[in-house]
Nanobody, 127 residues
Framework: VQLVESGGGLVQAGGSLRLSCEVSGLFSDDHAVGWFRQGPGKAREALACLNDDGYVYYANSVKGRFTISSDNAKNTVYLQMSSLNDEDTAVYYC??????????????????????WGQGTQVTVSS
């Protein structure tokens, strides 16, 4: 199983970015994918999660600004981010697992339910 993130970079405050997470080694309909981030000096936090049952979960800090979506034909999950501010500066990770319905648990900090992680992509928001 391999996850590869892309799309990070430098963006001005108020701007937008779209991150991509290409998943290989898992069938598109039997796993959940989540987006997480870790800012400088901060703990890792869950941002958005697409459960294996199709339900989507968002952290309050990004609800209304970030959108998770998937393209099963490309085995890719996206995180569209808008209205970015300096608090969004972090390394962004995607993670996947076949554990049944892990998202509600991951959104409350139970990250170990996700066994497969990407290498991360840096997002820096300049003010």
């Amino acid at each position: 199983v391999q996850l590869v993130e892309s799309g990070g970079g430098l963006v001005q405050a108020g701007g937008s970015l779209r991150l991509s997470c290409e998943v290989s080694g898992l069938f598109s309909d039997d796993h959940a994918v989540g987006w997480f981030r870790q800012g400088p000096g901060k703990a890792r936090e869950a941002l958005a999660c697409l459960n294996d049952d199709g339900y989507v979960y968002y952290a309050n800090s990004v609800k209304g600004r970030f959108t998770i979506s998937s393209d099963n034909a490309k085995n890719t999950v996206y995180l569209q981010m808008s209205s970015l501010n300096d608090e969004d500066t972090a390394v962004y990770y995607c993670a996947a697992d076949t554990y049944e319905k892990p998202c509600p648990h991951a959104m409350t900090g139970n990250f170990q339910l996700f066994n497969y992680w990407g290498q991360g992509t840096q997002v820096t928001v300049s003010s």
